[in-house]
């Protein structure tokens, strides 16, 4: 080889390690970045997602709104039904509070009369009782003249011819004292009927001046509370009045404030639209850094990332042979290896679920990822995925039972059994590539989040794609 030659070769041996060590840089860069720009996009998202909660309380705000004008509209109906219905009441009531003033009035004359004809009653009764006393004279009276008749008329039938016209009008006389008796006893009978007759007349007439006594009380009685009812009536008007013109203020003021409602949701609504078009840009950004950091480790140059790819293809190849061992055993059968009818566990919040291969991974796969999490404290987690980001069998840390009632402490510490399809599990569990590296925020519960690197590998059973290995690393 010559001098040109041999300098060619060094030049170009040069500028392969410069390119290299370009690439190893800018793979540092793209990793650096893409974790800047996962948090941003996440900060992005998180303030996209305030903001779209906004704008749902600013539309059931405004639908409120609507609610209470309407609510106000048919209550200003009522109330001016009402105001019309206590109107009429009070009317009536004014005429009725009249008529029984004029009831009132009749009644004291009634009562008036009644007195007067109690007096006049009474008068009568004396002046009966005096007749009496005459009909009794009278009737001593005529005995007397009958006894002396037949005196008389012995006398007479003694004197002979002589005293045969003094015989006649002895009797006469005596006939005429038979007649008056029997008219005197007459005018006593009757005048004891008339005298029982005006006794009743003279109780009917007592209870007749009571009966007027108690209505005139209690018509006093009843027009006083027609009065207060009448006050009540007119209090109630003036309120209703009042009230009607507070309704009507009210919905004019709604009608004005539900356009400025709307605009304010409108925007909020357009904010968060563009705020959500900036994280999907952001995370193609971050997309692209990650497929830079995986063109250079594919090209075999030296990542970041490096030492977690080699974790996560060593251990999803050791998985694979565990499940294809026990396939070959008839441990377990192909098609429980890849049941997905995913079978909810009662009482569970969030939400846990099993497989038919779940028994399975919780006896073999903990001996895999428990020695991983072990050696590598910079490592989070570990643990399998099928392709929908089941994780049937996590690390011991987040396999703790769940506690009834607390959501919260469950959703950090019992991640086992648990589906995980956003879009980082199931990139995770359906990548077929060698290996796939992304950034993202994990939810820890509680509103609390960390940066991560998930580094995953595609796990292969028998040749077909069961899900793949995570390892995911805090930044």
Known sequence: MN?????????DDRRGRELEEGIRRLSQEASRLGVDLAEVSGAVQDVADRARSQSAIFAETTKSAARIVKTNDRSGELIAAAKEDTAVARASLTETSETLATSQQRIGELREATDWMKAEIESFG??????????????????????????????????????????????EVQTLSQEAAGATANVQKTLELIGA??????????????????????????????????????KILDQTEEVAGNITSASDEFGRFRPQLDEACGSVRS????LDEAARRVEAIVGASE???QTSARLGVEVPDSKWIAIAQDAAAAISRLFEEAIARGRLSADDAFDQRYEPIAGTEPEQVKTRFTAFTDEVLPEVQEAIAAREPEI???????????????????SHPQRPG?????????????????????????????????TYRR???????VMMKDVSAPIVVNGRHWGGFRVAVKV
């Open 3 to 11: 001098r040109m030659a041999h300098e060619s070769l060094i030049a």
């Open 126 to 171: 004396d002046a009966l009782t005096e007749i009496g006393r005459f009909a009794k004279a009278l009737s001593v009276i005529a005995k007397q003249t009958n006894l002396l008749a037949i005196n008389a008329s012995v006398e007479a039938a003694r004197a002979g011819e002589v005293g045969r016209g003094f015989a006649v009008v002895a009797s």
């Open 197 to 234: 007759r005006n006794k009743s007349l003279v109780e009917a007439g007592a209870k007749t001046v009571d009966a007027s006594a108690n209505a005139i009380e209690l018509s006093e009685r009843v027009s006083a509370s027609f009065n207060e009812m009448e006050a009540a009536f007119a």
């Open 271 to 274: 904010s968060t639209n563009r």
């Open 291 to 293: 497929k830079i950091i």
């Open 380 to 398: 989070v987690f570990c643990a399998a995925v099928d392709q929908n980001g089941y994780l049937p069998t996590h690390n011991k840390k987040f």
């Open 406 to 438: 607390d959501p919260v402490w469950n959703a950090a510490n019992s991640r086992n059994r648990r589906i995980f399809d956003d879009r980082t599990g199931l990139s995770a569990g359906r990548n077929s590539h060698p290996f796939l590296i992304q």
């Open 443 to 449: 939810d820890m519960g509680g509103g609390q989040f």
